[in-house]
């Protein structure tokens, strides 16, 4: 599963418009960034490329609508999906859609249904701070016929330190975020999610860790225009 690389974190002003939302994600029509995910070993093995398409300033709250396509390893598209970012009243609220739809392309023909919470950031990180939980739940029908309940955890979101990071992309400076994630499906899975974000990028990287503190995978930011 891959869609922990996904997450987001936006820091946005209290009034918001297309140019006070430039802070933790390219609020900019047409702008593009691409994330690839390694296995442990550091193989590619899917590269997911983000393009914001239509803004929507309601004056209080704008409003990025995104399109996320996933290829594997070798270059080949094998899903598209859609998701909307929002920033509000100093918050910034990510669909969790755009993580949780990663690693699922085998239910890509499947309806799905998700409820719970759109994930969180303030206006302001700073080291030492707590975030608060997320929740989201995934139901997947095939022809109304429920297949499978998904529910997924992100507890203990903190942010740890201020640290340089350097990828394909670049060089960025980055506050390094940690927490706690659950996977929830007949059995449960733990792991630990360490993430980097930048200012006007979003994130950086991702490093996911087993219960017992071993590398699973990890995902970079490899492209940015």
């Given at each position: 599963m891959r869609f922990f690389a996904l997450i987001i974190a936006l820091?946005?002003?209290?009034?918001?418009?297309?140019?006070?939302?430039?802070?933790?994600?390219?609020?900019e029509e047409n702008a593009t960034f691409e994330i690839t995910n390694y296995n442990k070993k550091g193989k590619a093995e899917s590269i997911v490329k983000h393009e914001v398409g239509r803004l929507n300033d309601s004056g209080t709250a704008l409003e990025a609508e995104v399109k996320m396509t996933t290829s594997d390893g070798k270059g080949k598209d094998v899903m598209e999906s859609e998701y909307n970012i929002r920033c509000e009243n100093g918050t910034y609220y990510m669909d969790m859609s755009a993580m949780l739809s990663q690693g699922l392309e085998a239910?890509?023909?499947?309806?799905m249904e998700m409820s719970g919470d759109a994930l969180e950031f303030p206006e302001t990180l700073e080291v030492g701070q707590e975030l608060k939980d997320g929740t989201t739940e995934m139901k997947i029908?095939?022809?109304?016929?429920?297949?499978?309940?998904m529910k997924y955890e992100m507890t203990n979101r903190k942010v740890e330190a201020l640290?340089?990071?350097?990828?394909?992309?670049?060089?960025?400076?980055?506050?390094?975020i940690t927490y706690d994630f659950e996977f929830k499906m007949m059995v449960k899975?733990?792991?630990?999610?360490?993430?980097?974000?930048?200012?006007?990028?979003?994130?950086?990287r991702s490093e996911n860790y087993s219960a017992k503190g071993k590398l699973e995978n990890y995902s970079e930011l490899t492209k940015l225009n």
């Amino acid at each position: 599963m891959r869609f922990f690389a996904l997450i987001i974190a936006l820091v946005i002003s209290q009034f918001v418009n297309a140019q006070s939302c430039n802070a933790y994600f390219p609020f900019e029509e047409n702008a593009t960034f691409e994330i690839t995910n390694y296995n442990k070993k550091g193989k590619a093995e899917s590269i997911v490329k983000h393009e914001v398409g239509r803004l929507n300033d309601s004056g209080t709250a704008l409003e990025a609508e995104v399109k996320m396509t996933t290829s594997d390893g070798k270059g080949k598209d094998v899903m598209e999906s859609e998701y909307n970012i929002r920033c509000e009243n100093g918050t910034y609220y990510m669909d969790m859609s755009a993580m949780l739809s990663q690693g699922l392309e085998a239910y890509k023909d499947m309806e799905m249904e998700m409820s719970g919470d759109a994930l969180e950031f303030p206006e302001t990180l700073e080291v030492g701070q707590e975030l608060k939980d997320g929740t989201t739940e995934m139901k997947i029908s095939a022809n109304g016929l429920k297949m499978m309940t998904m529910k997924y955890e992100m507890t203990n979101r903190k942010v740890e330190a201020l640290e340089k990071i350097t990828t394909p992309a670049g060089t960025f400076e980055c506050y390094k975020i940690t927490y706690d994630f659950e996977f929830k499906m007949m059995v449960k899975k733990k792991s630990k999610v360490v993430l980097w974000m930048a200012k006007d990028i979003g994130m950086v990287r991702s490093e996911n860790y087993s219960a017992k503190g071993k590398l699973e995978n990890y995902s970079e930011l490899t492209k940015l225009n």
